[in-house]
């Protein structure tokens, strides 16, 4: 599980920065300035929790198993957000100046990137679930 839980984490980090320095490129900024918190990979590394999850609804239809990932994603962000910012007096993040911004804690518009995401998690989870053991034996 602590494997997992840093593959997920360092995984997370990785795609919030190329999606950050995407986001940088659309807006015109030529150096592709991407960003992540500390705070995130922790975060990430909580979708370790999501494989048991991942396991009931493998049968599930994908649409079924892309919106319940997205709420999911959704609770998870909201309460982190939530979280940090009753510890640290602020949120990492702060989507209060986007409409679809629910508290500034979660983007409401970010649910389709949200599905897709937890629709790669599940690939991400399967190969896990061939690499590890083949890693144990070597070591």
């Keep these: 599980m602590k494997i997992r839980f840093l593959i997920y984490g360092l995984v997370g980090w990785c795609v919030e920065i190329f999606w950050t320095g995407l986001g940088s490129l659309l807006k015109g900024d030529p150096t592709l300035r991407a960003k992540t918190y500390l705070w995130m990979f922790p975060i990430y ?82 190969s896990l679930d061939q690499m590890i053991p083949l890693f144990k034996k070597l070591l």
């Design 45 to 126: 590394g909580m979708a370790v929790f999501l494989e048991p999850i991942h396991h009931h609804l493998r049968d599930k239809p994908v649409i079924l198993r892309g919106v319940i990932y997205t709420i999911l994603i959704f609770l998870v962000e909201y309460t982190t957000g939530w979280l940090i910012k009753q510890i640290t007096g602020l949120c990492p993040w702060d989507y209060s100046y986007n409409s679809f911004s629910i508290n500034g804690f979660i983007r409401l518009d970010y649910a389709p990137a949200w599905f897709v995401v937890g629709l790669l998690f599940e690939r991400l989870h399967n």
